[in-house]
Protein backbone atom coordinates (compact mmCIF):
# COMPACT_ATOMS: atom_id res chain seq x y z
CA UNK A 1 0.00 0.00 0.00
CA UNK A 2 1.08 3.57 -0.35
CA UNK A 3 2.88 5.07 2.25
CA UNK A 4 2.92 8.37 4.50
CA UNK A 5 5.19 9.43 6.96
CA UNK A 6 4.97 11.89 9.08
CA UNK A 7 7.85 13.80 11.09
CA UNK A 8 8.62 14.71 14.13
CA UNK A 9 6.97 11.22 15.65
CA UNK A 10 7.40 12.98 19.48
CA UNK A 11 7.43 16.29 20.82
CA UNK A 12 7.59 18.19 24.07
CA UNK A 13 8.07 21.73 23.45
CA UNK A 14 7.30 24.78 26.24
CA UNK A 15 4.18 26.90 26.25
CA UNK A 16 3.68 29.58 23.70
CA UNK A 17 6.16 27.96 21.42
CA UNK A 18 5.26 26.78 17.75
CA UNK A 19 5.54 23.71 16.30
CA UNK A 20 5.83 22.40 12.64
CA UNK A 21 4.04 18.90 11.59
CA UNK A 22 5.38 17.70 8.67
CA UNK A 23 3.03 14.98 5.85
CA UNK A 24 4.57 13.40 3.26
CA UNK A 25 3.51 11.05 0.47
CA UNK A 26 6.72 8.66 0.04
CA UNK A 27 5.61 7.13 -3.27
CA UNK A 28 3.15 8.81 -4.80
CA UNK A 29 0.73 11.97 -4.94
CA UNK A 30 -1.75 12.78 -3.23
CA UNK A 31 -4.36 15.37 -4.34
CA UNK A 32 -5.64 15.92 -1.13
CA UNK A 33 -4.51 15.80 2.61
CA UNK A 34 -6.37 15.98 5.94
CA UNK A 35 -5.43 16.18 8.92
CA UNK A 36 -6.81 14.91 12.09
CA UNK A 37 -6.24 15.08 16.12
CA UNK A 38 -6.80 12.30 18.21
CA UNK A 39 -7.91 12.21 22.23
CA UNK A 40 -6.98 9.48 24.14
CA UNK A 41 -9.59 6.72 23.57
CA UNK A 42 -11.38 8.68 21.08
CA UNK A 43 -11.78 8.79 17.63
CA UNK A 44 -10.05 11.05 14.89
CA UNK A 45 -11.19 14.49 14.68
CA UNK A 46 -11.12 15.98 11.37
CA UNK A 47 -9.61 19.78 11.60
CA UNK A 48 -8.95 20.48 8.09
CA UNK A 49 -8.80 19.13 4.00
CA UNK A 50 -5.70 20.53 2.03
CA UNK A 51 -5.10 20.26 -1.68
CA UNK A 52 -2.10 21.25 -3.27
CA UNK A 53 -1.52 25.08 -3.71
CA UNK A 54 -4.79 25.98 -2.33
CA UNK A 55 -5.63 27.20 0.91
CA UNK A 56 -6.84 24.42 3.31
CA UNK A 57 -10.60 23.74 4.63
CA UNK A 58 -10.87 24.00 8.03
CA UNK A 59 -13.69 22.19 10.05
CA UNK A 60 -15.98 24.42 12.31
CA UNK A 61 -14.29 25.64 15.32
CA UNK A 62 -10.43 24.88 14.25
CA UNK A 63 -9.03 27.74 14.60
CA UNK A 64 -7.32 28.63 11.21
CA UNK A 65 -4.96 31.14 12.93
CA UNK A 66 -3.57 28.25 15.63
CA UNK A 67 -3.26 25.82 13.59
CA UNK A 68 -1.52 26.73 9.75
CA UNK A 69 -2.02 24.65 7.06
CA UNK A 70 0.44 24.44 4.13
CA UNK A 71 0.22 22.13 1.15
CA UNK A 72 3.50 22.87 -0.92
CA UNK A 73 3.46 20.46 -3.12
CA UNK A 74 1.64 17.17 -4.16
CA UNK A 75 3.95 15.17 -1.24
CA UNK A 76 4.21 17.34 1.65
CA UNK A 77 1.62 19.29 3.60
CA UNK A 78 2.49 20.82 6.75
CA UNK A 79 0.82 21.67 10.06
CA UNK A 80 2.04 24.10 12.41
CA UNK A 81 0.62 24.72 15.64
CA UNK A 82 1.62 28.64 16.86
CA UNK A 83 1.73 29.46 20.21
CA UNK A 84 0.90 26.00 21.35
CA UNK A 85 -0.67 25.85 24.82
CA UNK A 86 -1.28 22.76 27.08
CA UNK A 87 -4.74 21.87 25.68
CA UNK A 88 -3.16 21.45 22.25
CA UNK A 89 -1.50 18.45 23.09
CA UNK A 90 -2.63 15.50 21.20
CA UNK A 91 -2.09 12.73 18.58
CA UNK A 92 -1.72 14.55 15.22
CA UNK A 93 -2.58 12.06 12.59
CA UNK A 94 -2.08 13.11 8.60
CA UNK A 95 -3.74 10.93 6.30
CA UNK A 96 -3.22 11.41 2.23
CA UNK A 97 -5.53 10.21 -0.76
CA UNK A 98 -4.49 9.16 -3.73
CA UNK A 99 -7.50 10.50 -5.28
CA UNK A 100 -8.35 7.69 -7.42
CA UNK A 101 -12.36 6.17 -8.13
CA UNK A 102 -12.23 5.42 -4.29
CA UNK A 103 -11.76 7.26 -1.51
CA UNK A 104 -9.00 5.44 0.67
CA UNK A 105 -7.04 7.40 2.82
CA UNK A 106 -3.68 6.14 3.86
CA UNK A 107 -2.81 7.55 7.43
CA UNK A 108 0.89 8.25 8.80
CA UNK A 109 1.90 6.70 11.87
CA UNK A 110 1.20 10.25 14.24
CA UNK A 111 2.60 12.90 15.80
CA UNK A 112 2.41 12.65 19.62
CA UNK A 113 2.73 16.38 20.82
CA UNK A 114 3.18 17.19 24.67
CA UNK A 115 2.97 20.82 25.29
CA UNK A 116 4.39 21.76 29.07
CA UNK B 1 -26.68 12.32 18.09
CA UNK B 2 -23.37 10.93 16.56
CA UNK B 3 -23.76 10.32 12.68
CA UNK B 4 -21.59 7.25 13.70
CA UNK B 5 -21.68 4.68 16.58
CA UNK B 6 -19.93 2.06 17.17
CA UNK B 7 -19.57 0.19 20.01
CA UNK B 8 -16.51 0.75 22.02
CA UNK B 9 -15.86 -1.88 23.81
CA UNK B 10 -13.65 -3.23 24.87
CA UNK B 11 -13.68 -6.66 23.58
CA UNK B 12 -11.85 -9.57 24.95
CA UNK B 13 -11.77 -13.19 22.77
CA UNK B 14 -9.80 -16.13 22.90
CA UNK B 15 -7.60 -16.92 19.94
CA UNK B 16 -9.31 -18.64 17.27
CA UNK B 17 -12.31 -16.60 17.91
CA UNK B 18 -14.99 -15.23 15.37
CA UNK B 19 -15.20 -11.50 16.11
CA UNK B 20 -18.13 -8.95 14.91
CA UNK B 21 -17.43 -5.47 15.23
CA UNK B 22 -20.36 -3.23 14.70
CA UNK B 23 -21.43 1.05 13.41
CA UNK B 24 -24.73 1.97 12.55
CA UNK B 25 -24.72 5.55 11.19
CA UNK B 26 -27.89 7.82 10.76
CA UNK B 27 -26.56 9.57 7.14
CA UNK B 28 -28.50 7.68 4.47
CA UNK B 29 -26.49 9.60 2.00
CA UNK B 30 -23.40 8.06 3.06
CA UNK B 31 -22.03 5.12 0.47
CA UNK B 32 -18.69 4.49 1.28
CA UNK B 33 -17.81 2.26 4.23
CA UNK B 34 -14.38 1.58 5.50
CA UNK B 35 -12.92 0.06 8.24
CA UNK B 36 -9.17 0.85 9.73
CA UNK B 37 -6.99 -1.31 12.20
CA UNK B 38 -5.14 0.95 14.72
CA UNK B 39 -2.34 -0.03 17.09
CA UNK B 40 -1.84 1.86 19.50
CA UNK B 41 0.01 5.22 19.27
CA UNK B 42 0.05 4.33 15.62
CA UNK B 43 -1.81 5.78 12.35
CA UNK B 44 -4.92 3.92 10.88
CA UNK B 45 -3.96 1.36 8.42
CA UNK B 46 -7.35 0.64 5.89
CA UNK B 47 -8.66 -2.56 6.08
CA UNK B 48 -11.59 -3.18 3.84
CA UNK B 49 -12.82 -0.80 1.74
CA UNK B 50 -17.11 -1.42 0.18
CA UNK B 51 -19.09 0.86 -1.26
CA UNK B 52 -22.98 0.54 -1.29
CA UNK B 53 -24.38 -2.35 0.20
CA UNK B 54 -23.32 -5.70 0.50
CA UNK B 55 -20.72 -8.67 1.52
CA UNK B 56 -16.50 -8.05 0.98
CA UNK B 57 -14.12 -10.56 1.91
CA UNK B 58 -10.38 -10.64 2.26
CA UNK B 59 -8.60 -13.48 3.61
CA UNK B 60 -9.92 -14.16 7.36
CA UNK B 61 -11.81 -10.43 7.14
CA UNK B 62 -15.17 -9.66 6.07
CA UNK B 63 -17.25 -6.74 6.07
CA UNK B 64 -21.34 -6.54 5.51
CA UNK B 65 -23.31 -3.28 4.54
CA UNK B 66 -26.56 -3.20 5.10
CA UNK B 67 -27.73 0.25 4.04
CA UNK B 68 -31.90 -0.46 4.61
CA UNK B 69 -30.97 -0.83 8.15
CA UNK B 70 -27.72 1.28 8.00
CA UNK B 71 -25.58 -0.82 9.81
CA UNK B 72 -22.41 -2.32 8.56
CA UNK B 73 -20.02 -5.15 10.10
CA UNK B 74 -16.72 -6.34 9.96
CA UNK B 75 -16.26 -9.67 11.22
CA UNK B 76 -12.82 -11.57 11.58
CA UNK B 77 -12.37 -15.50 11.61
CA UNK B 78 -9.74 -17.22 13.13
CA UNK B 79 -8.64 -14.28 15.49
CA UNK B 80 -5.37 -14.01 16.43
CA UNK B 81 -3.31 -12.04 19.02
CA UNK B 82 -1.95 -9.57 16.67
CA UNK B 83 -5.28 -8.65 15.33
CA UNK B 84 -5.23 -6.90 19.14
CA UNK B 85 -5.95 -3.29 18.32
CA UNK B 86 -8.54 -0.74 17.86
CA UNK B 87 -11.04 -0.89 14.70
CA UNK B 88 -12.72 2.42 13.59
CA UNK B 89 -15.38 2.92 11.26
CA UNK B 90 -15.90 5.22 8.53
CA UNK B 91 -18.14 6.48 6.34
CA UNK B 92 -18.67 9.06 3.29
CA UNK B 93 -21.27 9.96 0.97
CA UNK B 94 -18.93 10.67 -1.85
CA UNK B 95 -15.95 9.15 -3.44
CA UNK B 96 -14.05 12.59 -3.32
CA UNK B 97 -15.72 13.58 0.16
CA UNK B 98 -14.85 13.85 3.72
CA UNK B 99 -14.56 10.92 5.79
CA UNK B 100 -16.87 10.26 9.10
CA UNK B 101 -15.64 8.24 11.92
CA UNK B 102 -16.48 6.19 14.60
CA UNK B 103 -14.97 6.08 17.83
CA UNK B 104 -13.65 2.58 17.54
CA UNK B 105 -13.73 -0.77 18.90
CA UNK B 106 -10.50 -1.60 21.40
CA UNK B 107 -10.19 -5.44 20.96
CA UNK B 108 -7.89 -7.84 22.70
CA UNK B 109 -7.45 -11.70 21.56
CA UNK B 110 -6.19 -14.11 24.10
CA UNK B 111 -3.58 -16.73 22.99
Known amino acids: GAVVSQHPSRVICKSGTSVKIECRSL??????MFWYRQFPKQSLMLMATSNEGSKATYEQGVEKDKFLINHASLTLSTLTVTSAHPEDSSFYICSARLGLVLDEQFFGPGTRLTVL | QKEVEQDPGPLSVPEGAIVSLNCTYSNSAFQYFMWYRQYSRKGPELLMY????GNKEDGRFTAQVDKSSKYISLFIRDSQPSDSATYLC???????????FGDGTTLTVKP
Open chain 2, 90 to 100: AMSETNAGKST
Open chain 2, 50 to 53: TYSS
Open chain 1, 27 to 32: DFQATT
